[in-house]
């Protein structure tokens, strides 16, 4: 395998850094967990789930956090087998701090594996917007290195919290993707035309693009651009102790300013592999006559300094923009009111034990921040220590965090940015105003139940049926693209699959006979290629590493240790 391979030193190391004294000084733990649980209908069903191995308490681990009114969204990849739900939530009335269970949401005939038209097989980031409605991608993928399978394509799907209805699903067309992408990441734009003036961008990664969708318009349209790719020079990594070369990871992490005078916003993006910065209003992204025009709109700014990768950001609407900083076991800050340049950067919180890999972090309507830890290294390393606390979550008023940082400048008009270097012409003033006139704030109560009274529930095998190849017949592929107004309310059983390790017995909503969404037995698995080096082999579903947690490589006798690297986001 090209790059670093894992050592005794290098895992002692990350051991001993585990065992390290800290403790977080302004983000206060809310939750937290030893290893994963659910809230399964009943014990009766939990109990068969353990037995058969569609439940594995050990094989979970929280990567996306969002939070809406009384809800902390909870998403879990479906790595390995025992996952019985990837899209989750708290209920923060009902548990305000501890170690909750998971809640499948919208409910469980939603969190079915494989069944692409009504369920979900694997979801990653998920954002709240302002017209309560969550919207996350699902990747249609389960499993994890050699065993996994692309069982549907990418979608994104959009709920109304208020009645926890789906109102869309939307799979991305053929010409948004290619043969390396994985996208796990996305952000959400809400303009001043109303819940409907919504556009969402999701950053293809390893296929090194950024698609756009109009809610609107329910189109979609792809961008390309070299600012997309990892930089050469910042391909070696240093997190939890272990120092590794991952130099293939391009665009992940974004995040939108509030709007500009100009009435749009600024998308700040980064590689993975980059310590740097880059940005493009999102006027250029709406107009999909600029995919092959825009390339001299996109801008870069200064790098961060050293040892600052990141993969998750958010702005706040007074220009505030929070980023993990995974080599630090931090979370950093920056106002955009200032020059993008590393002496404005500061670090908001810093823990070597509790926020080994901050994994996610938000900024909600309250100005409270959330961050997940998720120790995702030792998880993919070695074996996680389940007698100790893996997994956390922590919240913070924006204001306590970033109080006597270089961050903390006051509320008011922010001047334009002095910070963009214009690499082909002049860059055009890009200050920021105060977020102003949405008049779509979220309800301020919340008495929808998840399910009607009476509906009879399903938990979702976790482990892939037999490997089927997805093919246009196996899906609607004529309508997929435009949404639904059929009520979407799963009430049945028959809206799961059953027994895993023997045959795949699948029903969509329309009976068993229904043309559409069912597996079918027989042919390969559809695999997407991506040459990270002459030692791996086909990937399936466009992954490669990070948030997808596979790799590509061929056989079984890879050992974990050699494939680690694969697996960060």
Not at 98 to 115: E, K, M
Request: proline share 7%.
């Amino acid at each position: 395998m090209k790059g670093h391979r894992c050592t005794a030193l290098a895992l002692a190391a990350l051991a001993c850094t585990l065992a390290s004294v800290g403790a977080t000084q302004k983000l206060q733990e809310r939750y937290s967990w030893q290893q994963l649980d659910f809230v399964f209908p009943n014990q009766r069903l939990k109990q068969q789930a353990l037995a058969s191995g569609d439940y594995v308490p050990t094989n979970g681990l929280p990567v996306g956090i969002e939070r809406w009114e009384n809800k902390l969204f909870v998403s879990v990849p479906r790595w390995k087998d025992g996952i019985p739900s990837t899209l989750n939530y708290i209920d923060m009335n009902q548990t305000p701090s501890g170690s909750p269970a998971l809640i499948p949401y919208p409910d469980w005939s939603s969190n079915v594996a494989g069944d692409c038209a009504n369920g979900l097989s694997t979801v990653y980031r998920l954002k709240a917007d302002r017209c309560g409605r969550l919207w996350a991608l699902d990747t249609g993928t389960v499993g994890i290195g050699n065993t996994t399978q692309q069982l549907c394509p990418y979608a994104l799907n959009v709920w109304d919290l208020k009645t926890n209805r789906r109102l869309r699903r939307y799979e991305l067309r053929p010409e948004d993707t290619n043969a390396n992408t994985f996208i796990a990441n996305i952000a959400i734009d809400q303009g001043p035309g109303g819940c409907d003036d919504t556009h969402a961008y999701m950053s293809d990664e390893l296929g090194y693009g950024l698609i756009v969708y109009s809610y609107e318009k329910n189109r979609s349209w792809r961008f390309a651009h070299s600012f997309f790719f990892p930089d050469p020079l910042r391909g070696d990594f240093n997190v939890a102790g272990l120092n590794f070369q991952w130099g293939e990871e391009g665009i992940f992490g974004m995040s939108l300013t509030p709007p500009q005078p100009d009435g749009y916003r600024t998308l700040y993006f980064s590689p993975l592999a980059s310590h740097r910065e880059f940005t493009v209003s999102t006027r250029v992204l709406h107009d999909e006559e600029k995919v092959e025009e825009s390339f001299h709109e996109f801008q870069y700014l200064k790098e961060r300094g050293p040892n600052a990768h990141t993969t998750s950001r958010v702005m706040s609407d007074t220009g505030l923009q929070l980023f993990n900083l995974i080599d630090q076991n931090a979370v950093g800050c920056w106002h955009s009111s200032m020059p993008y340049s590393p002496e404005y950067h500061g670090v908001v919180d810093r823990d070597d034990v509790e926020l080994v890999f901050p994994a996610d972090v938000k900024i909600d309507d309250e100005d409270m921040v959330w961050v997940i830890s998720d120790r995702m290294p030792v998880f993919l390393i070695a074996e996680l220590d389940y007698s100790d606390v893996n997994f956390r979550i922590f919240a913070a008023p924006l204001a306590t965090l970033v109080a006597g940082t270089v961050c903390d400048v006051q509320a008011g008009p922010t001047p334009p940015f002095g910070s963009i270097q214009p690499k082909f012409g002049a860059a055009e003033p890009v200050g920021l105003a105060a977020y102003a006139g949405d008049t779509t704030l979220v309800p301020t109560t919340y008495a929808q139940p998840l399910a009607p009274a009476g509906t009879t529930y399903g938990y979702a095998p976790t482990a892939a049926p037999t490997p089927v190849k997805y093919t246009p017949a196996a899906y609607e592929t004529p309508t997929s693209h435009m949404y639904s107004t059929q009520s979407y309310a799963p009430s049945t059983a028959k809206a799961y699959a059953y027994n895993k390790y023997h045959g795949v017995e699948f029903h969509a909503h329309g009976g068993p006979e229904a043309p559409s969404g069912g597996y079918h037995h027989g042919g390969p698995p559809h695999h997407h290629h991506h040459q990270h080096d002459e030692h791996h082999g086909g990937g399936g579903g466009g992954g490669g590493g990070d948030d997808r947690g596979y790799g590509y490589w061929g056989g079984a006798a890879h050992k974990k240790h050699d494939s680690w690297k694969q697996f960060f986001y």
